[in-house]
């Protein structure tokens, strides 16, 4: 992931107000998947 899609998951929560784990939940995906996602790793 570049670090502008990174920024994305930060805006987004911001934005909403809610936390990374929220935003999974939401998502339905893990809490530990946004955090991937937010740090940059891409899952091989």
């Known amino acids: 992931m570049t670090?502008?899609?990174?920024?994305i998951i930060k805006e987004v929560c911001k934005e909403l107000n809610i936390?990374?784990?929220e935003l999974g939940r939401q998502l339905d995906v893990f809490a530990s998947t946004i955090n991937t996602w937010a740090s940059?790793?891409?899952?091989t």
């Open 3 to 7: 670090e502008e899609k990174e920024n």
């Open 19 to 21: 936390t990374q784990t």
């Open 40 to 43: 940059g790793k891409i899952p």
